[in-house]
């Protein structure tokens, strides 16, 4: 019996032993199956427009919100400019990526491959590295798409999801047969802009220049072509783009001031004329406020300095609406209910298209449509006139986005690998 008993004894304590040394070998490998996900974002694309630096704060703020749990890298193009800062203030857990060795590390040990909203497939390249050197999955956000290129229809149909940010996109997309198992509309990210803010700036900026908190209106210029090469040094001069800037740019504006017109002279609100890149600072002052009559530029302001996406989001939510020849800052201030009024024309890409989306058709304008040029300040007035009305109707269109993006960012949890 003894020998029975030291038998069993025996084989029970080989068995704990063998159990726990399997165990012990096992922890790694269950420990690094159940870490959060890893994204690799690939987003930031340039610093001298507030709109590309809206996109990733957009996408990080969604993330954070509907995957909380996820790991991740911002691969960018620029995050100069106090960009950087900005970021990390914003997100202290996001690792912004600097370098050739982090990339190639974050390429290898990331589990999904995610290029933000840009007008294009701006990193095409860099999704075919990740899809040649990992062969995991990927999806794209939010883009527009004009380059209908077979190398780019194959990346986009392997994708797990391609979210375009306008209709036009989409259609082009599926004509030129991409196939990607989803595709559908998805709003450009920078629609989940709506907690950045940099009020002390903004406070001190609005009570200096005597405006009062829903009572005034931004109106942007903007030229055809973003002429870089008076901002970015090396960037040659584009003799064509600059012949068509200077050949439209009193059509473009000649509507805005007419709007800022009847709105300083039919209403008490005033105007701020701001930028959303470096280039319309200039463009603001010669194109839109110098040639105004003295009893309308007595109420106008013209912002002489760039500024940050925090602090212009802080100013545009204290503004009654806004108005002009861009898009981002318009996105914007419909993710924050405010009102928004798009002129665009076909240099801009489809991207203006994304207000017929998101129902806000009749804040939409084409510069190049004589009927829809003669309609911009009467509609710009209206909002002057009934801010209660169009802040419900933008309220409306900030409603059906955050919709669209609850269902985004699902399609985009259930793509991550298990």
């Known amino acids: 019996m003894p020998a029975i008993m030291n038998r069993r004894t025996f084989l029970r304590s080989t068995f704990a032993a063998t159990l726990a040394a399997t165990l012990a070998a096992s922890l790694p490998a269950f420990a690094d199956k159940a870490r959060p996900p890893r ?7 340039q610093t001298v427009n507030i709109g590309d630096i809206a ?46 060795a982090a990339i190639a590390t974050a390429i290898k040990e990331s589990d999904f491959f995610l290029h933000g909203s840009s007008s294009g497939f701006a990193a095409e390249k860099d999704v075919a590295r990740w899809k040649t050197e990992t062969g995991k ?62 009020d002390a700036a903004a406070s001190v900026f609005l009570s200096a220049h005597g405006l009062e908190e829903g009572k005034f ?3 942007i210029p903007r030229y055809r072509w973003t002429p870089y090469w008076t901002i970015k040094k090396g960037r040659p001069l584009d003799e064509k783009h600059d012949q068509r800037n200077q050949q439209m740019k009193e059509h473009d504006h000649a509507p805005l001031r007419e709007a800022i017109t009847a709105i300083t002279r039919q209403t008490d609100m005033k105007v701020l004329v701001c930028p959303e890149d470096m280039t319309q600072i200039a463009l603001g002052k010669e194109m839109v406020v110098d040639p105004l009559p003295a009893d309308v530029k ?14 212009a989001v802080s100013t545009y939510v204290r503004s009654a609406g806004l ?17 928004a009024v798009v002129c665009r024309f076909p240099e801009q890409t489809s991207k203006g298209f994304m207000w017929h989306d998101i129902g806000l058709d009749d804040w939409l304008f084409n510069l190049d449509e004589e009927a829809d040029v003669r309609r911009i300040a009467p509609a710009v007035l209206e909002i002057a006139k009934d801010p209660a009305s169009a802040k419900a109707k933008a309220a409306k269109a900030r409603d059906f986005v955050r919709q669209r993006q609850r269902e985004t960012m699902d399609v985009l949890k259930r793509s991550l690998p298990a």
Not at 303 to 311: I, M, N, P, Q, V
Request: with cysteine.
């Open 39 to 45: 994204i690799l974002l690939r987003n930031a694309w």
């Open 55 to 100: 996109h990733p704060v957009g996408i990080l703020t969604l993330l954070e919100q509907f995957i909380p749990d996820a790991e991740v890298h911002l691969w960018p193009s620029g995050v100069d400019n106090g960009v950087a800062e900005l970021l990390m203030k914003r997100f202290p857990k996001l690792a912004i990526l600097s370098g050739a």
């Open 137 to 198: 999955p990927y999806g794209i956000f939010g883009i527009s798409f004009f380059d209908a290129k077979p190398a780019a229809i194959e990346l986009l149909t392997a994708a797990k999801f391609v979210f375009f940010r306008d209709s036009v996109s989409l259609k082009l997309a599926k004509d030129k047969g991409v196939a990607c198992p989803i595709m559908e509309f998805g709003p450009d990210s920078a629609f989940g802009v709506t907690d950045l803010r940099n």
């Open 217 to 219: 209106l931004c109106c």
């Open 298 to 311: 007595a109420k106008v302001v013209w912002r002489d300095k760039y500024w940050l996406t925090d602090e």
């Open 323 to 339: 108005f002009g020849n861009e898009m981002h800052s318009p996105i914007m201030c419909i993710a924050n209910g405010i009102p």
